[in-house]
Nanobody, 126 residues
Framework: VQLQAFGGGSVQAGGSLRLSCAASGRTYSSYATAWFRQAPGKEREFVAAISWSAGTASYADVVKGRFTISRDEDKDTTSLQMVGLKPEDTAIYYC????????????????????WGQGTQVTVSS
């Protein structure tokens, strides 16, 4: 499975963006998928994850209520809808995937993911 993230851009505070992560190579219907981000000078941090079967999702506290992760199995795509963006959301956003036999997992540690896409830049100005 290869991942490609797109949809980043520059917006003003309070604006919205939708990121997408498209899978290729083989279907990733049995993979948990997630978004992480890394701001300049900071460590990579978890943003959101979604299971592939149970439809459960996990979110970082700092994005709860503003970001929504979803999957489109027909298109092998995971999306991250971001509203109410803040300058502190500025970062490079990465999508990740990991095979999950249970179908219910939403790992929040980057170490649990072994498939990563290239990043897409999100810049939020005040």
């Amino acid at each position: 499975v290869q991942l490609q993230a797109f949809g980043g851009g520059s917006v003003q505070a309070g604006g919205s963006l939708r990121l997408s992560c498209a899978a290729s190579g083989r279907t990733y219907s049995s993979y948990a998928t997630a978004w992480f981000r890394q701001a300049p000078g900071k460590e990579r941090e978890f943003v959101a994850a979604i299971s592939w079967s149970a439809g459960t999702a996990s979110y970082a506290d700092v994005v709860k209520g503003r970001f929504t992760i979803s999957r489109d199995e027909d298109k092998d795509t995971t999306s991250l809808q971001m509203v109410g963006l803040k300058p502190e959301d500025t970062a490079i956003y990465y999508c990740a995937a990991e095979r999950d036999p249970t179908g219910r997992a939403t790992p929040v540690s980057g170490h649990e993911y072994h498939i990563w896409g290239q990043g897409t830049q999100v810049t939020v100005s005040s």
